[in-house]
């Protein structure tokens, strides 16, 4: 297996983008996402 | 056309196995049939038909959820079966009904019998209430409509219904009530202004020379406000012009055909001189 | 060489626009027919409503007693009604489909300037213009029948939105001229200045199609969540209220999206005969590069659409709780199972298409590893998708499991796992689609490996999410976060999307083709899942149209005019079923004809004797 | 060696039918329902014939087997066989199938019928979709208080309900033997984890005979509590039940 070509940037990007998502996710579910579908 | 043939098949195939599948592949429930609509034949009502007449008028025709609601203009009416009871015997009460059916009726028609505290017309203590005669004025309830929201009354707040259903409705009771009488003989035009408002009971939601309720706008210095032609439609026609700050189909339609001319002509020169 | 063959088309298309011109002019008597039983019906219903009436030019909404609606012996007047809207709107479907992706095409061909865009844009609308006058024929058979069977709904309907039928009735004719125009244009209005012209008249047929739609949607979106009239459904005159109702723009986009995804697979079903009848080399790799375009369109619009649904359906939510209740909970909940299985099935075939198609390029050996593994997550995905919530158990498992729920299988059938579920199968396909894309190319670029792997983790990272999303907040919180969960997932499966495939258009930038495209080399066996696509989603959209309609229950127009007919009440879903599968075959039937005329005008024969000379 | 592919094929069949039958029946001690489990083969069959047919080369290999068997004549014995074979099987089949048993008849019915808007609970016309809890506030305002009603709430619970739905509120009470369907699993995340307060409150006050009549056939033998209990009774155990089993009820609001 090709470690410095493939396995460290993957293992980089996954690292990154799980982040990115949590941190998306925490966003939508706590602000605005409710109100896109909810009526208050 | 061997092609043509075979396609045709395999189309039919898939559709055959979706219209297979939804007829055998799950449960076929069968819905309920639609409800029935409540007749307006009273001979042949069940009493929950009859209650669900009430409900109609309590929050259609009898405008009754104009105030008895959560805003606090009126007492909430959800337990009344049991407050009625102690009602009866509050030192403060000055009716004369012996138990909840005749309290109810008395309610509607005479509100002032018992007034609660904190709902009376202002100024006067809770000696009056602001509530109108649902038999008279604009809203105008006969009897068998008083007796359904009666009924609907003792069901919704948990008493026991202890109402009937009218039988004889056709026929009007003689020598009875109020309404009766106004229907059955045409009435005297009325030249007092005040007469008048006394009479529609307008001062139950509009505040008239520092008097009355606060539902509608305040009319006390409306002739500075409003010409003659404004006045007049706003009371033909109330949901023509809303003022601002108020709500849309909250004053009763159809003072047109209780009031006479001269007596609309009255009530718009009343009104427009009020500078 | 098509000089005769447009002459005869000619023929058929005239004939065609003389059936719309005499539809129409049955609508507009109809429409003022309609205008005297409006008179008529106000005044019956004067005593009853008269201070309504005196208030207001408009009366409330009548009552109506099972007198009121006239019957012809041997005829189901709701079945009549709900085959002949059916059909119009299939075929409405399709012909306001087929302009969007038409120009969409010949703008492409024009960028490219490769021809072969703007001959398959001009065979797919020439498909669909013998399409168009059979909806207009049906769209009168509509009117026919409602006016004849409910007229009562029809003279309501038509005090509200006069205006709006009218300029229906004008876009119509709007409508025509411009496909007209669009089509027999097509070959004189061709290079440089003259292209721009021909696009823009289908920009303007799009728009006016567009524009129709938007008013149909509002009537029928009216009746489900009525707005600009009173409770007792006397109209206070303001027509753009009654139009942009609660529920008008969630079905707009429903639908929108919808027609795209439907136009795409019976262009597709089109091409996959064209292709199976084909009897030379060339032809079929013609049909065989049209069929993939419609199939690529068809799925391009399937993506996101059961996310126009969602939306769809919690507005109706968000509009009426009861309206909700009985579309997700009550009777309509295994109509839900009904829908999974379709909808499975569309994807499972779109994906079976996309495979075959590897094996055109002679690079796919490379990727083909991969499909096992595609359609063991596909086919998971849709078990998940499809597992009921009240299990059909016989007695003897009901005394095993101890009860109707499922220890294990209960949780797949709450709403949580069936969204992971499908956004799974949405990712998925998206991945079948991208290693379609990368089967014939050679990346160049220094960092393929580093992007590769980049790509993976998008993918890894992604799912991950989803399903995090899906667990977590669909059994460990509460439940107003279950449903609120469901959106951060749609959006990470487009971010998915959309980031995979953007990453991979930079690492195959100059790439290299491992060698020229094999068109026409596809098993015959997929050009059936072509078929199965148009069957299935014809099928489809008849059932959730009757769920759509359904929901209503015994309300012509919700709350405020009741259906008083002997119909009246909710049928059981195979009845449905029945009703849609019927209608289902009549559409395929005439379907058929719609491309048995366009393949017959190009035929010819030379009656030998015939003529004098 | 190189197993045929269509022995693979059904190699992949037959282990994912027994795979699910071992995983369901067997370890995890909850079988799997035929009616899901035939649903369930018809799509991995679909799976199935896709992956071993998208190609044509392999499409070709899976079929050969067929075609030389109906095509080869030195197969000839082995087809009289399989044409005598096939009918045989099928006919038993169908016979198994259309055979009468002491079966039951499927009871088709619907757990989680939707409610009626409105119902008569207690004497009174009460809209479930505004009905709320009246205690639930408490949860917030007045914890101290909350478990006080909670605990009164099981108190009710195990003098009238333990019986049949159990003490730990799996469906498991002494009586549940008894019962089918049995009593509901509290526990379970599809049951009351997906319903609204107020359509507990219904169920439970109105119970068997209050169902609509989609839910036919009526084989819940739920009392009608309204006749047994307090209206405040049930709220309580309402409130226990949500309590003791750690879920949430359903609500449209944000927290």
Redesign the interface.
């Known amino acids: 297996m090709d470690i410095k070509g493939y396995l460290l940037p993957f293992a980089g990007a996954l690292a990154v983008f799980l982040v990115a998502f949590l941190l998306f996710d925490m966003a939508i579910m706590n602000m605005q996402g409710l109100s896109l579908i909810f009526y208050k | 056309m061997r092609q043509f043939l075979s396609v045709i098949v395999f189309s039919l195939l898939t559709i055959g196995f979706f219209a297979g599948y939804s007829n055998f592949g799950i449960p076929q429930i069968e819905p309920a049939p639609p409800p029935k609509e409540e007749k307006l034949d009273l001979g042949s009502m069940t009493m929950d038909q009859f209650i669900a007449v009430g409900e109609k008028l309590f929050s259609g025709k009898g405008t009754c959820t104009l105030c008895h609601n959560n805003l606090g203009r009126a007492p909430l009416l959800d337990t009344i079966g049991e407050v009625a009871q102690q009602r009866l015997k509050d030192p403060r009460y000055k009716g004369e009904a012996t138990n909840i059916e005749e309290y109810l009726i008395e309610s509607l028609v005479k509100p002032s019998a018992f007034v609660v505290a904190g709902f009376g017309k202002k100024g006067t203590n809770d000696a009056e209430s602001p509530m109108p005669d649902v038999s008279g004025g604009s809203i105008r309830l006969d009897e068998a409509e008083i007796t359904a929201v009666v009924a609907y009354l003792q069901d919704s707040s948990g008493a026991e219904v202890t109402v009937e259903i009218p039988k004889d409705l056709g026929k009007k009771k003689e020598g009875g009530e109020e309404a009766d009488v106004a229907e059955a003989e045409p009435r005297e035009a009325i030249s007092d202004p005040e007469k008048l408002i006394a009479m529609f009971t307008c001062d139950a939601c509009h505040m008239i020379n520092g008097v009355g309720g606060e539902i509608g706008p305040d009319l006390s210095k409306i002739g500075a406000l409003r010409n003659r032609d404004y006045l007049r439609r706003s009371i033909l026609d109330p949901n023509a012009d809303i003022a601002e700050g108020f709500e849309p189909d909250q004053m009763p339609e159809g003072m047109g055909e209780q009031l006479y001319v001269s007596e609309l002509e009255v009530l718009v020169s009343f009104l427009a001189g009020l500078k | 060489m098509n000089g005769p063959r447009s002459r005869k088309t000619g023929r058929t298309v005239k004939t065609g626009l003389l059936l719309v011109t005499f539809g129409f002019v049955v609508a507009l008597v109809a429409f003022a027919l309609s205008g005297f039983d409006q008179l008529g019906a106000i005044a019956a219903e004067q005593e009853v409503a008269a201070?309504a009436a005196a208030?207001s030019p408009y009366g409330p909404a009548p009552k109506l007693t099972a007198a009121d609606y006239p019957s012809i012996a041997g005829i189901n007047s709701r079945v009549a009604v709900w085959i002949f809207a059916q059909l119009h709107l299939w075929f409405a479907a399709f012909v306001l489909a087929v302009p969007i992706f038409v120009f969409i095409i010949e703008a492409i061909g024009m960028r490219t300037r490769d021809k072969r865009y703007d001959d398959m844009a001009y065979e797919f609308i020439k498909v669909s213009i013998t399409a168009y006058s059979l909806t207009a024929v049906l769209g009168g058979a509509l009117l026919f029948s409602l006016i004849l069977f409910y007229p009562h709904l029809f003279t309501y309907l038509s005090t509200i939105f006069k205006e709006s039928m009218i300029y229906y009735a004008l876009l119509f004719f709007a409508e025509s001229a411009a496909l007209y125009i669009y089509y027999y244009g097509w070959h004189w209005l061709q290079g440089g200045f003259k292209k721009w012209v021909h696009l823009t008249l289908g920009l303007v047929l799009n728009a006016v199609g567009t524009t129709l739609m938007l008013l149909a949607n509002s009537w029928l979106t009216f009746m489900m969540s009525p707005a600009g009239v009173?409770a007792a459904g006397v109209f206070s005159g303001d027509a753009w209220a009654a139009i942009h109702n609660f529920l008008w723009n969630p079905i707009n986009i429903h639908r929108f999206v919808a027609n795209i995804a439907y136009g795409g697979s019976i262009v597709g079903a089109y091409a996959a005969?064209k292709f199976?009848?084909a009897t030379t080399k060339q032809e079929r790799a013609h049909y065989d590069w049209m069929g993939y375009n419609a199939n690529f369109i068809a799925i391009c619009a399937l993506l996101p659409l059961p996310f126009a649904g969602y939306?769809l359906a919690?507005e109706i939510y968000?509009y009426s709780?009861?309206m909700g209740?009985?579309l997700m909970?009550?009777?309509f909940?295994?109509l839900f199972?009904?829908q999974a299985?379709?909808i499975?099935t569309l994807f499972?075939s779109a994906?079976?298409y996309l495979?075959?198609g590897?094996?055109r390029s002679d690079g796919a050996k490379r990727y083909?590893k991969y499909?096992?593994y595609i359609?063991?997550v596909?086919?998971g995905a849709?078990?998940v998708w499809?597992?009921?919530?009240?299990?059909?158990?016989?007695?003897?498992?009901?005394?095993?499991?101890?009860?109707?729920?499922?220890?294990?299988?209960?949780?797949l059938?709450?709403m949580p796992a069936k969204n992971t579920a499908v956004n799974v199968m949405i990712i998925f396909t998206a991945l079948s689609f991208m290693f379609y894309r990368r089967a014939n190319k050679i990346a160049t670029v220094s960092w393929v490996?580093?992007g590769?792997?980049?790509q993976?983790?998008?993918y890894?990272?992604?799912i991950?999410?989803i399903l995090?999303?899906g667990i977590y907040?669909g059994?460990f919180?509460?439940?107003?976060?279950k449903?609120?969960?469901s959106?951060?997932q749609v959006?990470?499966t487009l971010i998915v999307i959309v980031g995979s495939i953007t990453l991979d258009s930079f690492i195959y930038r100059g790439g290299k083709q491992v060698g020229p495209l094999h068109w026409g080399r596809i098993?015959g066996?997929?050009q059936?899942a072509l078929?199965?696509l148009a069957?299935?989603f014809t099928?489809l959209m008849g059932?959730m149209g009757y769920i759509r309609s359904g929901i209503r229950?015994?309300w012509h127009v919700v709350d405020i005019m009741?259906?008083?007919s002997p119909d009246?009440?909710?049928?059981?879903?195979?009845y449905?079923?029945?009703v849609?599968?019927v209608a289902?075959?009549i559409f395929?039937a005439m379907v058929?004809f719609v491309f048995w005329i366009a393949q017959v005008s190009g035929n010819k024969t030379l009656p030998a004797g015939y003529w004098k000379e | 060696m190189k197993i045929p592919r269509l022995l693979q094929a059904v190699l992949v069949l037959a282990g994912v039918y027994y795979g699910f039958i071992i995983v369901f029946d067997i370890l995890l001690d909850a079988v799997i329902p035929s009616s899901l489990l035939a649903m369930y083969m018809f799509f991995v069959v679909a799976g199935v014939f896709m992956v071993f047919t998208y190609d044509e080369d392999q499409t070709r290999e899976l079929v050969a087997p067929i075609k030389a068997l109906v095509e080869d004549p030195s197969k000839r014995i082995w087809r009289n066989i399989v044409f005598a074979v096939v009918p045989l099987v099928a006919g038993a089949g169908a016979y198994m199938q259309m055979q009468p048993s002491f079966e039951a008849p499927l009871e088709l019915r619907t757990i989680h019928p939707a409610p009626p808007t409105t119902a008569k609970i207690f004497g009174k016309r009460v809209n479930l979709l505004k009905l709320e809890n009246p205690y639930r506030k408490f949860e917030k305002e007045d914890p101290e208080k909350f478990r006080e009603l909670v605990e009164e709430g099981a108190i009710v619970y195990i003098q009238n309900c333990q019986y049949c739905h159990g003490d730990k509120l799996d469906g498991k009470g002494p009586y549940a033997a008894g019962l089918n369907p049995t009593p509901l699993n509290f526990q379970d995340v599809g049951t009351i984890a997906q319903l609204q307060e107020s359509y507990l409150f219904w169920r439970i006050a109105t119970g068997g005979p209050g169902l609509p009549k989609e839910a036919a056939p009526w084989i819940s033998s739920m009392p009608v509590w309204q006749d047994f209990l307090k209206e405040d009774e049930i709220w309580k155990v309402i409130l226990y039940l949500y309590d003791y089993t750690g879920h949430h009820p359903r609500s449209w609001e944000s927290e």
Not at chain 3, 386 to 411: I, M, Q, S, W
Not at chain 3, 477 to 481: E, G, P
Not at chain 3, 568 to 574: E, H, R, S, W
């Open positions: 201070d208030a009173d005969f199976l009848t939306y919690a968000a709780q009861q209740i009985t909970g009550g009777i909940a295994w199972i009904i299985v379709l499975g499972l994906n079976y495979w075959c590897m094996g083909t499909i096992k359609a063991i596909l086919v849709f078990l499809f597992t009921p919530h009240t299990l059909v158990l016989t007695n003897e498992e009901l005394k095993a499991l101890g009860g109707p729920y499922h220890k294990y299988l209960g949780p059938g709450i490996n580093a590769n792997a980049i993976v983790a998008l890894t990272a992604g991950a999410n995090f999303l907040h059994y919180t509460n439940t107003v976060y449903v609120a969960a959106i951060p959006l990470t098993p066996r997929a059936y078929f199965l069957v299935s099928w059932l229950q015994h009741r259906d008083a009246a009440f909710t049928p059981t879903l195979g449905a079923a029945n849609v599968s289902a075959i395929m058929i």
